[in-house]
């Protein structure tokens, strides 16, 4: 508990405006955009500016002992900024400045608070582009996306937000104010911790600056709608596509549960008797994107496409991305509770996978919704319940146990980009063998010995106090 | 959690607009959490006691509100000196009597459920239940009668239940359960009388009743499942104005003539409810577009909220005003002579402010659009 001394403390650093404690101001800090977690309201939320407030807070929570926990926009989907052991919730909102945009080196210098989608803008103005684009682009922010390592679409050609940073500057768990990774495009020096810090969910450090990597703006995109009778026909041309020589740089997939959703909800004119379809963009030059976009649509056709269509305009293909987009609030319109995973598995084996878990969702009688950035084997799998019948729930969250086994099982992933957070840590055994898990642990212990850093994340608490018992006393 | 200083602000700063529920990927309902906090405010008493003297007292009872009303058509002196500016009956009668050079709605000199009525047409196809509203009752009769007139030359056999009063969602808004129940109740046996057959269809004039009727009288009621059950098979059959009106005209087929350029230009301002509550965005601008006597222009931004918003209008009087001016000046950027939208609270707002700024724009609803502009004709009136 944060008693009136430590609050003083607290606010001395941050200023008077930029700390808040009234129960009614802290509450929604208690929650994120995973559905159906409880409140977990933070005993303060502070505002910094600069790195050093920053580093100041982190010294005193060790001093102290309560628990820092980083927010950016809140849209995780895991639970990672709710802070389930109370303490301060560290909002980057006010940390929203784009520091230095440098067009001769590609790169742009950006605090954490940075919104994703106006980093996006600011730099096509100068035509370069920043390619990473999780669906909540408009509200999350780029600490966020570093902390989650989150992808999008156009991960698939792009790589996730790790391809797209260079360095950061961190304030490390214990205090000290740091810089990793190096101004260029490559480096060997030492240990990576960049790659250690991008998708650590806030449990290592917190990300105060970064610097990131920019693209030339491709001259042109082409945005295909393909419709498929079979679910496996669709899935087995995601690779195909591939092999016939085209690197597209985005392919979604959405089952017809989705198409069926989006309809009722937000008509954006899909066929909703077809069984699954693709969206696929090409990027590039005009000729590369022609010739790239006439192989899709031969390639599709002869994976048994029932209808290949191009968009036409700039507005046609709009309005098939701002379908994909409306997904998410369409599902929840028709279940009040969804149990989302976002699985990563092998392209090969994403035929198989996908018709395994439709017969699994049967099996245990709950209605389940695919869809995802399949181009680079990332499916979500939404399970929906009646959160009143607590018999109902159980069988989905059996289902998602059952999902998680057979990822598992062809080499897959639990989790492609939502990250770990608390609700996936039950499942974390499935997929690493006991002594990855103790070296993860290892790590953070050395990083964070008093556990302030965004606690009860990642890694389950018993095993960190069993690793803590059984290591060497600090 | 302690109900704070703080927590009446966030409470009452809310429009119950809707905008945050239609961007949120997992539809929180935040109006009616919102709703819930008003009404333990309420349940404790730390509500404006003058809210809760209308919304409790005036608007449920019908003859109240029409001694009130007639007072003030009497005199308007006496009027504005016994109603604060800052009086919760500006929920509805907004900025009338400010004191200020700003006038207050035009009291209607019969209510439009005291008025006679046209029997329906032989050979009506559909039969439809009209929910009058008290804006449309009280204040502008010639909305009730519009939607009436348009809806029987459609071929509907318009009944006008008599029982009907307020669809209670001033008193809702505030938290104020009791009182809105009262409301429901009684709405319920006049809309959904038993032991008669029902209506095919409920409308309303105004959106924010339809809402009010289709969206939260069942959850309203759910504590009687008799009466949630009725309100379940009302809330089905509630239709708003402009989706049942473009649905009767595609059933007969009625083709866009050309308007001709020198015919009034219109635009739509999208009520929260109807937009957002009701997720009906394409009806109005399908019903605008096909009129013979007029034309159709999309202003920008046009489903902004209006910054009316029940009681927020008083509780936040200048951030209200300063939504609502960004409105009109978005409004008149497109050249639209007139404003249309479909909803009575928006209606006020819209046009008190209009008042104000001595604007030539004009506001009415899509019922008195279609009525006036129906034909090429009449386009000029
Ligand atoms: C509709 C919707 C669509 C989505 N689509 C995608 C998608 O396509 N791809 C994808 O990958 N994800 C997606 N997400 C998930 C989510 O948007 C991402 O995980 C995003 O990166 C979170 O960013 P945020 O700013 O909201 O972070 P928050 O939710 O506030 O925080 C997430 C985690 O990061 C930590 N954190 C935040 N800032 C910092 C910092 N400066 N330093 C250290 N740690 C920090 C927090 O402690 C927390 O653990 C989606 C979410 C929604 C609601
Ligand atoms: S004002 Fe509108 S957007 Fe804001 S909380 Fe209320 S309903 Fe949501």
């Known amino acids: ?474 | 959690m302690p109900r704070g200083r703080r927590y009446r602000f966030f409470l009452s700063a809310c429009l119950q607009c809707g905008s945050c529920t239609a961007a949120c990927p997992n539809q929180v309902d935040t109006a009616l959490v919102i709703q819930a906090g008003r009404a333990r405010l309420a349940a404790a008493r730390e509500s404006s006691w003058i809210g809760r003297f209308i919304t409790k007292k005036i608007l449920p009872s019908e003859r109240r509100l029409r001694r009130l009303l007639g007072l003030a058509r009497a005199s308007r002196a006496l009027w504005a000196k016994k109603i604060p500016t800052q009086s919760g009956l500006h929920l509805r009668l907004r900025r009338g009597l400010d004191g200020q050079g700003r006038r207050i709605p035009e009291i209607a000199n019969t209510f439009f459920l005291h008025q006679k009525q046209p029997s329906p047409e032989p050979g009506a196809q559909r039969r439809v239940s009209l929910f009058v509203g008290c804006v449309a009752n009280y204040l502008k009769p010639q909305v009730a009668q519009a939607a009436a007139t348009v809806l029987t030359q459609a071929h509907c056999a318009v009944d006008i239940p008599l029982g009907q009063g307020c669809c209670g969602l001033p008193a809702y808004g505030l938290g104020e359960n009791e009182a809105a129940i009262e409301l429901a109740v009684r709405n319920l046996d006049a809309l959904m009388p038993l032991g008669q057959a029902p209506p095919d269809v409920i409308t309303s004039p105004c959106a924010s009743c339809a809402y009010m009727l289709k969206k939260r009288m069942p959850g309203l009621l759910s504590a009687w499942p008799e009466l949630h059950q009725r309100a379940q098979q009302l809330a089905e059959r509630v239709q708003p104005f402009s989706r049942l009106f473009t649905q009767l005209r595609a059933d007969s087929a009625v083709s866009k003539k050309n308007s001709s350029e020198n015919t009034p230009l219109l635009t739509f301002h999208d009520p929260c409810h109807l937009a957002k509550g009701l997720g009906e965005r394409n009806a109005p601008r399908q019903l605008l577009g096909q009129l013979a006597g007029a034309r159709y222009v999309e202003m920008d931004q046009a489903d902004r909220c209006c910054g009316q918003g029940g009681s927020f209008c008083l509780s936040h009087q200048d951030l209200s005003e300063k939504i609502v001016s960004n409105k009109l000046s978005l409004a008149q950027k497109s050249g639209a002579e007139v404003l249309v939208t479909e909803c009575s609270g928006c209606l006020l707002q819209l046009s008190s402010a209009l008042w104000s700024e001595d604007s030539a724009l004009e506001v009415i609803s899509t019922a008195e659009a279609a009525l006036r502009y129906q034909s090429a004709k009449k386009g000029s009136m």
């Not at chain 1, 926990?69 to 639970?79: D, Q, S, Y």
């Not at chain 1, 790169?107 to 919104?115: E, K, N, S």
């Not at chain 1, 610097?211 to 026909?233: G, I, W």
């Not at chain 1, 607590?390 to 897959?412: C, I, K, N």
Request: charged share 20%; net charge negative; with cysteine.
């Open chain 1, 1 to 474: 508990m944060l008693d009136k001394a430590s609050l003083k403390k607290i606010r001395r650093i941050m200023g008077k405006e930029a700390m808040l404690n009234t129960p009614a101001d802290v509450a929604l800090y208690g929650y994120d955009a995973t559905p159906a977690l409880d409140g977990v309201a933070p005993e303060a939320v502070v505002f910094p500016q600069r790195a050093e407030q920053v580093q100041s807070l982190v010294q005193l929570a060790n001093q102290e002992n309560f628990a820092v926990v980083p927010r950016g926009a809140g849209t995780g989907l895991t639970g990672g900024a709710r802070p389930i052991h109370g303490g301060v919730v560290l909002s980057t909102q006010a940390m929203n400045q784009i520091l230095r945009l440098d067009t001769d080196n590609f790169q742009v210098v950006v605090q954490p608070g940075v919104v994703t989608g106006d980093l996006q803008t600011r730099v096509a103005r100068e035509g370069l582009f920043y390619p990473t684009d999780p669906q909540s682009l408009a509200v999350c922010t780029i600490g966020g996306n570093l902390a989650e390592n989150a992808g999008g679409p156009r991960a698939v050609k792009y790589g996730v937000t790790r391809q797209q940073v260079l360095a950061l500057q961190v304030v490390l768990p214990q205090g000290q104010l740091v810089r990793m990774g190096a101004r260029t495009l490559k480096t060997v020096s030492g240990y990576d911790l960049v790659s250690l810090l991008v998708g650590s969910e806030g449990t290592l450090g917190v990300i105060t600056e970064a610097t990131l990597r920019l693209l030339p703006a491709p001259a042109c995109r082409s945005t295909l709608l393909m419709v498929f009778d079979r679910v496996d026909q669709a899935a087995a041309a995601v690779a195909k596509t591939f092999r016939a020589g085209v690197w597209p740089s985005a392919i979604e997939f959405m089952d017809r549960h989705c198409i069926r959703c989006i309809e009722e909800h937000e008509p954006a004119g899909l066929p909703i008797d077809a069984a699954a379809v693709l969206i696929v963009e090409v990027d590039g030059s005009r000729p590369e994107v022609t010739s790239a976009a006439e192989r899709v649509q031969q390639v599709m056709s002869e994976m048994g496409a029932r209808s290949v269509q191009v968009a036409q305009s700039e507005a046609e293909a709009e309005q098939l991305w701002r379908a994909r987009r409306s997904l998410s609030p369409a599902v929840a319109k028709i279940a009040p509770l969804k149990i989302n995973e976002d699985i990563v598995v092998p392209l090969s084996t994403l035929p198989g996978v996908i018709d395994a878990i439709h017969a699994l969702a049967a099996r245990q009688k709950i209605k389940c919704v695919c869809f995802g950035h399949v181009g680079d084997g990332n499916l979500h799998v939404n399970f929906l319940a009646d959160p009143s019948s607590q018999e109902e729930v159980a069988r989905a969250e059996h289902a998602a146990r059952e999902l998680f086994a057979l990822t598992v099982s062809v080499g897959g992933s639990i989790t492609g980009e939502h990250g770990v957070g608390t609700t996936k840590l039950a499942y974390l055994g499935m997929e690493h063998a006991p002594e990855a898990l103790a070296a993860m642990a290892a790590i953070k212990l050395a990083l964070d010995p008093r556990g302030i850093m965004n606690p009860g994340k990642v890694l389950p608490d018993e095993l960190l106090a069993k690793e803590r018992g059984s290591g060497p006393a600090h």
